[in-house]
């Protein structure tokens, strides 16, 4: 049913509905049109309260009208009945639900103090002044039937009165509940009890009810009256749950839109006034509901301030863009990362609580650093899984961090070795570039063994891999023949991963210490026998290839110091339980010169 067949039903249901209460013994001498709608009346009772149908009246004296078109009316035949029925001085109630109704025919029709005393605008006003305003929710209630009352309803400044009072009564229930908190502590000090987030703000969901547009309204002067941004958080989350969440079709894509770009203009500036959740949830909708440029920009900035707090499945945004190769938006993302690299630290003192974690030697910085390195890392290990993601997105995710931020690179490492077991097509140049990212000083035993053993690396990086973990081995050689006094070798930034031996630690505990890292360095030694002789077997197929192309100078040198290696084999038959220091010395020689002749 259109809106013109709404009014014709309620016109004549309307007309109905006054024959009930109209003069039936007096025959009506005049006929008033409403929205299509006729209701026969009488012209005393009018005239005697409508300044409006008294004016008709006196213009058409000599013609002796008979009918009126009331164009506009607001509120429609239903306003209009009630008038009449003030005019005919029947009794009737007012509620929230007709009091704006109420004040607009009132003003329409001029029934007002000046053509007739105690009329119907004044009662209308003196019950939103006495009852209405004095009370949130029958303030959300006029509201919400303002919203077929405009633009009278702003003119009359009801719309306006109503959002005051509900700004004012919100505020005020904030404080009230805020002194109710206050005690005095052992000291004699005045302190505040530490509240629940939200609690008493009741009115959140009375809002959820009313018309976009008069919902800004009212934020807005939430805002300026002091409201928590905690609180208007809230709300804005609730609003928009209650209207994303309905079915969508052609016609309310165009609400929905309107509603995520205003909430978006609505968000507090404070940081954590709404969670981060809500906000990829806004970013999701604004993607796929084609959101103005500014409004997604707003919330890529807004989740950068606040990246430390994401999970891997918030940056999960799927590519809703036509003609997007990829599962994710990946550029996305790397907008956000940028966004998070470039913020002030300052920007963490936005909450209102100090940048320094009592708790933690680091400042909040620092530490968002580390939980933002780990989730790239896990974020670019799923993207990796994508055969369309190519290399170049990928390694601007990698490097979108400072250098620093990562303080290990088993995370990085496990990306791309995802990404080159999905890409098995890579170029040798790429697997380098790829490589280039991963600082194997700073992975961890289990994952510089998988990486020595692991044929998806290029030589170059296995070489490396191989180096570090001698130097590994040897500093923890070190450590075991020192004396209680020992001082632990430090080689630049290299971490062992089974740590010094603490000075703390008996001697008994000491020497278990010991045994269990022999038996460690046992094994580690067998695996790199193992890995030797792949890269050996790898060295006579690098000597065929290079003879072809007049290079045998070259592979000549590189096979002496490959062949020099092979101490590892004549290690085993020595039958000793650990390695001597100055083996050890030698071996981390020939492979140092064997990466400088790689490179």
């Known amino acids: 049913m259109d809106k013109h067949q709404q009014q014709l039903s ?3 249901s309307s007309r109905q509905s006054c024959n009930e209460w109209i003069f039936r013994d007096v025959p009506s001498d005049i006929t008033i049109e409403v929205n299509g709608g006729t209701i026969a009346l009488h012209k005393f009772p ?55 109704q109420l004040c607009c025919v009132s003003d329409y029709l001029e029934m007002t103090e000046e053509f007739s005393k105690d009329n119907l605008h004044l009662h209308a006003e003196q019950y939103l002044e006495s009852i209405v305003y004095k009370n ?34 919100a505020c005020a229930e904030q404080i009230a509940l805020s002194f109710s908190r206050l005690e005095y502590s052992s000291s004699g000090r005045l302190h505040t009890i530490r509240q629940a987030k939200c609690e008493g703000d009741w009115w959140i969901e009375d809002l959820s009810v009313i018309r976009i ?19 208007i958080g809230a709300s804005l989350v609730n609003y928009a749950q209650k209207v994303l969440t309905k079915k969508v079709d052609l016609v309310s894509t165009g609400h929905q839109k309107l509603v995520v770009e205003t909430i978006i203009s609505l968000l507090p500036v404070e940081r954590l006034a709404v969670p981060i959740s809500f906000l990829f949830e806004l970013l999701r909708n604004a993607v796929m509901l084609d959101c103005t440029i500014a409004c997604r920009l707003d919330l890529e900035r807004r989740i950068g301030s606040q990246l430390d707090i994401a999970t891997l499945d918030d940056l999960l945004i799927p590519s809703f863009r036509h003609g997007c190769e990829t ?6 993302v790397y907008r956000i990362l940028v966004n998070f690299s470039q913020q002030d630290d300052g920007e963490y003192d936005m909450d209102g609580v100090s940048i320094f974690e009592s708790d933690s030697p680091h400042s909040p910085s620092q530490s968002a650093l580390l939980k ?22 990928f390694i601007a995710i990698a490097e979108a961090l400072p250098a620093h931020a990562r303080t290990i690179h088993d995370g990085l490492y496990r990306a791309i070795d995802i990404y080159l077991k999905t890409h098995k097509g890579i170029l040798d140049a790429d697997k380098k570039r790829l490589c280039k990212l991963i600082d194997f000083q700073k992975v961890s035993q289990e994952a510089g063994a998988h990486a020595a053993l692991n044929e998806r690396l290029p030589l170059q990086s296995v070489v490396q891999v191989l180096y570090f973990e001698q130097l590994r081995l040897r500093n923890a050689l070190c450590c075991s023949h020192t004396d209680g006094n020992h001082k632990p070798v430090h080689h630049q930034s290299w971490r062992i991963s089974s740590g010094a031996l603490s000075a703390a630690m008996s001697p008994r505990d000491n020497y278990a210490s010991l045994r269990r890292e ?42 002496k110091k490959i062949a020099k290696l092979r101490f590892f084999r004549h290690s085993s038959s020595r039958g000793s339980s650990s390695p001597s220091r100055q083996s050890y010395r030698a071996d981390s020689k020939v492979i140092e010169r064997t990466c400088a002749s790689i490179e």
């Open 372 to 393: 933002v390195s780990k989730l790239v890392d896990d974020y670019l290990a799923e993207i990796a899984l994508d055969v369309n993601l190519k290399l170049s997105k």
């Open 46 to 100: 009018l005239v005697s309260r409508s300044g409006r149908i008294r004016k008709l009246v006196e213009e058409h004296r000599d013609s002796d009208i008979s009918r009126v078109e009331l164009m506009n009316l607001p509120g429609g035949a239903e306003s209009f009945e009630l008038a009449a029925k003030f005019c005919y001085g029947i009794n009737f109630e007012i509620t929230p639900l007709n009091v704006a």
């Open 213 to 231: 547009d008069l919902y800004q309204r009212v934020i807005t002067a939430m805002k300026c009256r002091g409201v928590r941004p905690e609180s």
């Open 327 to 332: 599962l994710f938006d990946v550029d996305m």
């Open 518 to 559: 022999n038996r460690e360095l046992k094994l580690e030694l067998t695996r790199l026998r193992m890995r030797l002789n792949d890269l050996e077997k790898e060295h006579v197929c690098m000597k065929r290839d290079m003879a072809k192309s007049h290079s045998h100078k070259f592979m000549s040198s590189f096979s």
């Open 10 to 12: 309620l016109a004549k």
């Open 136 to 169: 949130l929710e029958m303030c959300v209630e006029v509201l919400q039937q303002c919203e077929n009352l405009l633009p009278h309803a702003n003119e009359l400044n009801i719309v306006s009165r109503c959002i005051d009072a509900v700004a004012s009564k």
